[in-house]
Structure formats: C-alpha cells, structure tokens
C-alpha cells in the first residue's frame, strides 16, 4: 500500500492548570515589556531634565537613577540630541 497524501492534525491538550500557566505567563511577559519601555522613557526624560535643566554632569544624573553612564549618553552627542531621538523612536 502506497501512501501519496497524508493529513497531519495538530491537536495539544495541556491540562487546564497548565494552559492557565502559560497564559499567565504570556500575559506578563507583554506587561513586562510594556513597562520596561516606560521605565526607558521616564529616564531619558529624567535624564534631560537633569542633565539640561539642573546642570548635571551626565555620571551623576546616571547615579542618581542607579544606572550606569554609559546606559545614559552615547558618546559624544548632547542630550538634547539623543532625547528625542529616543522619544521618536519609541512612539514609532
């Protein structure tokens, strides 16, 4: 007997604790994501203000927001520069 065709069905059931778990799981991942992009935008703008506005040099403002200097400024490019480039890009 030749076979020329055969049909593959995919049909998963994982125990309904399980499937709980993944859904969990899947829905906090995306809210994790979602507030690692706030907490990005808060602190370039922080960043700004505190850089800009207040006079800091860029390794204090980053002491202050507990992050490293170089997670604060690429080199070389002022603040302003590299603020809005940010804030465009997220909201694109």
């Not at 020329?4 to 604790?17: G, Y």
């Not at 935008?41 to 006079?55: E, H, N, Q």
């Not at 507990?66 to 940010?86: D, H, N, Y």
């Amino acid at each position: 007997m030749s076979v020329e065709r055969a049909e593959f069905v995919d049909d998963v059931r994982l125990p309904r604790e399980a499937l709980a778990a993944v859904r969990r799981s899947r829905r906090s991942r995306a809210r994790a994501v979602e507030v690692r992009e706030e907490a990005a935008a808060a602190t370039t703008v922080a960043v700004a203000r505190l850089v800009d506005d207040a006079g800091l040099g860029v390794r204090d403002a980053a002491y202050l927001l507990g992050v490293s200097f170089q997670r604060v400024q690429p080199a070389g490019e002022p603040v302003s520069v590299w603020l809005w480039s940010s804030v465009a890009r997220q909201r694109s």
